[in-house]
């Protein structure tokens, strides 16, 4: 398996937005949806999106619906997490990781093979 590797980050003031991408080009075999987390210092990491690889399905943490939106690139073969009305509270790293076992869609002990992460930081 490839790991996945996610890159958009950066610094951005609120109310601003960003795009974060997944490559996915290696994706484990078993894997059947593709979900973003987040870490921020001192905090656990957390649910915030996920798309199936099947029928496209998409998920949202109550904190980032309506503002995020998960979509997936067919010509670039990535995910993307569409950022919008960006707040300091969305300050950490994003992650992106393969669900290779089903179950409850933001239990992230249900994937793996995680990406490096990329850092997002909005300031106020």
């Known amino acids: 398996q490839v790991q996945p590797v996610e890159s958009g980050g950066g610094l951005v003031q609120a109310g601003g937005s960003l795009k974060l991408s997944c490559a996915t080009s290696?994706?484990?075999?078993?894997?059947?949806?593709m979900g973003w987390f987040r870490q921020a210092p001192g905090k656990v990491r957390e649910f915030v999106a996920a798309?199936?690889?099947?029928?496209?399905?998409?998920y949202y943490a109550d904190s980032v619906k309506g503002r995020f939106t998960i979509s997936r690139d067919y010509t670039r073969d990535t995910v993307d997490l569409q950022m919008n009305s960006l707040k300091p509270e969305d300050t950490a790293v994003y992650y992106c990781a393969e669900r290779i076992r089903y179950g409850t869609i933001d239990d992230l002990t249900l994937y793996s093979n995680w990406g490096q992460g990329t850092q997002v930081t909005v300031s106020s």
């Open positions: 798309r199936t690889w099947n029928g496209g399905i998409t």
């Open positions: 290696g994706r484990t075999v078993s894997s059947n949806a």
